[in-house]
């Protein structure tokens, strides 16, 4: 069973600070994906990796970067947190196959104060 | 740009009734996927229709992808307590890159017993 694994489920961050998101999927997957959900707004793609070093803007990847030096491991980083990116961040993966499904992780729920 | 709609938003269902929740994409999809979250869990996908007209069922679920494949809809059937959750639509973003897909924003069902 692919298993993606977040490495915090609760973060409380200041407002400033350089946030790190780290997530690892352990089904030798191409795509990663990170989204931010919001109530009402649903599951938005912030960035994606097809490819190891290889990243694509989302829908709302302002104030955010990525970083994927290793196939099973792709990072989110908040260069400068402010309180508007406190939300619950999803990480997910699927293979290189066309419509493949997504497999997420449990989640981050960020607090920026 | 590629939309996808959810309605409703909310559904209240009593125990033991059934109901509708809708999708609607902005353009054509090859396919759609659609994802259950439970309280306080992660999406998990469900099911991935891709032909026009297709319909699937699970247990007391069943899904269908309209003619046109702009269009689909989950209806549960005598609806338990273990329905309540968020439940997504999410459609292959046509433009880019294989993988990507647009979540609609939801609907949340909450069953009363």
């Known amino acids: 069973d692919v298993k993606v694994t977040q490495s915090s489920r609760y973060l409380v961050k200041r407002t400033g600070e350089k946030v790190f998101l780290e997530c690892v999927q352990d089904m030798d997957h191409e795509n990663m994906f990170w989204y931010r959900q919001d109530p009402g707004l649903g599951l938005r793609l912030i960035y994606f990796s097809y490819d190891v070093k290889m990243k694509e803007k989302g829908d709302i990847p302002e104030g955010y970067s990525v970083s994927r030096e290793k196939k099973e491991r792709f990072s989110l980083i908040l260069e400068s947190a402010s309180t508007n990116q406190t939300s619950m961040y999803l990480c997910a993966s699927s293979p290189w196959t066309e419509n493949s499904p997504l497999h997420f992780g449990n989640g981050t729920r960020l607090t920026v104060t | 740009g590629q939309q996808v709609m959810q309605i409703p938003q909310y559904q209240h269902v009593q125990e033991g009734e059934d109901f509708t929740t809708y999708c609607n994409s902005s353009?054509?999809?090859?396919?759609i996927q659609w994802y259950k979250q439970r309280p306080g869990g992660h999406p998990v996908f469900l099911i991935q229709l891709v032909k026009s007209g297709e319909v699937k069922k699970q247990k007391r679920l069943t899904f269908q992808f309209g003619e046109a494949k702009k269009n689909s809809s989950l209806h549960i059937t005598a609806t338990q307590t273990t329905d309540v959750g968020t439940y997504f639509c999410a459609g292959p973003v046509t433009t880019d890159s294989w993988g990507k897909f647009q979540f609609g924003a939801g609907t949340q069902v909450v069953v009363t017993p």
């Open positions: 353009t054509t999809l090859s396919n």
